[in-house]
């Protein structure tokens, strides 16, 4: 079974301020993605990273950055929220396996910008 | 750029039919993931298929890849209602891109 956590689960802001979603995966992968989902809808990429000190820009990427110190740690800081961020965000991570690159996801942070 | 549709996006249907969910690309990739997501959760692996004429079978669902038409199906077999959620394909290149999803359900 897949250990990947994200914290918060339920985040609810005021515009304007800025936070930070976590996620932590305890998998040893290479491997993490940050992606926004609206309920029910398609998953957007917005940052990746392929190991330590590596960061890649995603299609969703211009009001957000991230940084990959630690292999299981993968933070995605919002600078100033808007209430157009108001989503869920999926914290993904792969590796482990030899052939496939099959992604593990977390369960989510919901987050809701007044 | 890579695209990946699927469809149709929305399906419903009766328990004990069967149906297929399509899924193109529009690169050369040969590997190719089936996801399920359940109402407000997140998404599990289902299958990974990973060579032209690959297929794989699991309870009612079966997955085949042809990627020389560039298409995946996720054939349902007899659908049950514990087979209503949101499934999505998603083609590795480098970086994962997944389609749009279908969203099933499965009425008595």
């Known amino acids: 079974e897949a250990d990947i956590y994200q914290t918060p689960r339920y985040l609810v802001i005021g515009t304007g301020k800025k936070i930070t979603l976590e996620c932590s995966q305890t998998?040893?992968?290479?491997?993490m993605y940050w992606y926004q989902q609206d309920p029910g809808m398609e998953l957007h990429l917005i940052h990746y990273?392929?190991?330590?000190?590596?960061?890649e820009k995603g299609d969703l990427s211009s009001e957000s950055t991230v940084s990959r110190i630690r292999t299981e740690h993968f933070p995605l800081t919002l600078e100033s929220a808007r209430p157009s961020h108001t989503s869920q965000y999926l914290c993904?991570?792969?590796?482990?396996?030899?052939?496939?690159?099959?992604?593990?996801f977390g369960p989510g942070t919901r987050l809701t910008v007044l | 750029e890579l695209k990946v549709e699927q469809n149709p996006l929305f399906l419903s249907m009766q328990e004990g039919k069967n149906y297929t969910i399509y899924c193109n690309y529009s690169?050369?990739?040969?590997?190719l993931y089936w996801y399920r997501q359940d109402p407000g959760k997140s998404l599990e692996s289902l299958f990974v298929l990973l060579s032209n004429g690959a297929v794989k079978q699991e309870g009612r669902l079966m997955a085949s890849l042809d990627t020389k038409a560039r298409l995946s199906t996720l054939h349902i077999t007899a659908a049950v209602h514990d087979l209503s959620a949101t499934y999505f394909c998603?083609?590795?290149?480098?970086?994962?891109?997944f389609g749009a999803g279908t969203r099933l359900t499965v009425k008595p």
């Open positions: 993904a991570s792969s590796g482990g396996e030899v052939v496939a690159d099959t992604q593990y």
């Open positions: 990273s392929y190991g330590v000190n590596s960061t």
């Open positions: 998998m040893g992968h290479d491997k």
């Open positions: 690169t050369t990739s040969d590997r």
């Open positions: 998603a083609v590795d290149e480098g970086d994962m891109r």
